[in-house]
T-cell receptor, first 113, second 111 residues
Framework: EPEVTQTPSHQVTQMGQEVILRCVPISNHLYFYWYRQILGQKVEFLVSFYNNEISEKSEIFDDQFSVERPDGSNFTLKIRSTKLEDSAMYFC???????????FGPGTRLTVL | KQEVTQIPAALSVPEGENLVLNCSFTDSAIYNLQWFRQDPGKGLTSLLLIQSSQREQTSGRLNASLDKSSGRSTLYIAASQPGDSATYLCAAEDSNYQLIWGAGTKLIIKP
């Protein structure tokens, strides 16, 4: 069964460093998402991406964040100059069409020291 | 602004019991409502998706209902098993195509 994959599973970085989180969505899906979950808190929407551009983004998704689909398979989230409060689990999701089921990857745990 | 609430926050029941988890949302203008399971430190597993035009969906021992007018969804688990122990999350897709999440119900099934 097709699945969303994410790498790495755990990333440790120093405050101020840049990190890139990678996702491979399900191959025939068209909509891609990033969410985050700070330990003990609700899952939060960050951004959605369709047709090589951002469709929607939340207030959390400020200038330190960026997304891109550099090739036909990968979908990446870049965080420039990481902060302690960026420590969280980051989930990628993909969806075949709008308002259908979103399928989630296993997540990347980001720890900023 | 859409807000999603789940009660109870935690629930512990003996194996074999039927149980109901509740999810409420403040804005009825949703495209769908999705239920997920999350095991400790793990990812999000989709259980059921109910489109806004539907009233319920079933998968095995799970049944989810949706009442948009009252802003409520329930997840019914029949004949609970220890392997059902996990945190159950509901998420409503709002008019901006964003999933808005509840805080979850932590379920423990005692053998």
């Amino acid at each position: 069964e097709p699945e969303v994959t994410q790498t790495p599973s755990h990333q440790v970085t120093q405050m101020g460093q840049e990190v890139i989180l990678r996702c491979v969505p399900i191959s025939n899906h068209l909509y891609f998402y990033w969410y985050r979950q700070i330990l003990g808190q609700k899952v939060e929407f960050l951004v959605s991406f369709y047709n090589n551009e951002i469709s929607e983004k939340s207030e959390i998704f400020d200038d330190q964040f960026s997304v891109e689909r550099p090739d036909g398979s990968n979908f990446t989230l870049k965080i420039r100059s990481t902060k302690l409060e960026d420590s969280a689990m980051y989930f990628c999701a993909s969806e075949y069409s709008r308002t259908n089921e979103q399928f989630f990857g296993p997540g990347t745990r980001l720890t900023v020291l | 602004k859409q807000e999603v609430t789940q009660i109870p926050a935690a629930l512990s029941v003996p194996e074999g019991e039927n149980l109901v988890l509740n999810c409420s949302f403040t804005d009825s203008a949703i495209y769908n409502l999705q239920w997920f399971r999350q095991d400790p430190g793990k990812g999000l597993t989709s259980l059921l998706l109910i489109q806004s035009s539907q009233r319920e969906q079933t998968s095995g021992r799970l049944n989810a209902s949706l009442d948009k007018s009252s802003g409520r969804s329930t997840l019914y688990i029949a004949a609970s098993q220890p392997g059902d122990s996990a945190t159950y999350l509901c998420a409503a897709e709002d008019s901006n195509y964003q999933l808005i999440w509840g805080a979850g119900t932590k379920l423990i099934i005692k053998p």
